[in-house]
């Protein structure tokens, strides 16, 4: 799992790079893509769906986050896109078109199914943690 999560790590620090991070906030970024492949892994081994281990990797790539963002006085997003690198199910879509190219309708479908609710779990975590960091510094902000 350590191994994975360090190559993670590399794939996240690849694409901080490719999308201009600079400095220690591409070092915080890759660690953030690596914590959440820790999290899909960890969860994934203790027999939970693949959408669940996504959704709870998703969260804990979405906390880690905000916390940086406001540690290091930087955008969110910043962290966020590079660390949710490794949990996008490219994999998926791939060989849902692979599927239709081979005309084999049934298992595109089921792929395809996967793949959306795949994303639709990483897009729910991400909305969720960041709707309630919004409402937690708004109720800070007026007390």
Do not use: D, H, Q
């Not at 960890?42 to 804990?60: E, P, R």
């Not at 406001?70 to 590079?82: E, S």
């Amino acid at each position: 799992m350590i191994i994975n999560s360090i190559y993670a790590l590399l794939s996240s620090l690849g694409f901080g790079f490719l999308f201009n991070i600079r400095g220690r906030n591409l070092i915080f970024a890759s660690f953030g893509g690596a914590l959440g492949w820790f999290f899909y892994l960890l969860f994934t081994n203790y027999s939970f769906s693949k959408v669940f281990a996504l959704f709870m990797a998703s969260i804990s790539v979405s906390v880690y986050s905000e916390i940086m963002a406001r540690v290091l006085k930087a955008p969110v997003t910043i962290f966020m896109i590079c660390a949710i690198i490794p949990l996008v199910p490219g994999a998926g879509m791939y060989y849902t078109m692979y599927e239709i190219t081979r005309g084999n309708l049934n298992a595109s479908l089921s792929i395809g199914l996967e793949t959306i609710i795949s994303a639709g779990a990483i897009a729910v975590a991400t909305v969720l943690v960041a709707s309630t960091t919004k409402v937690i510094t708004t109720l800070r902000k007026s007390t």
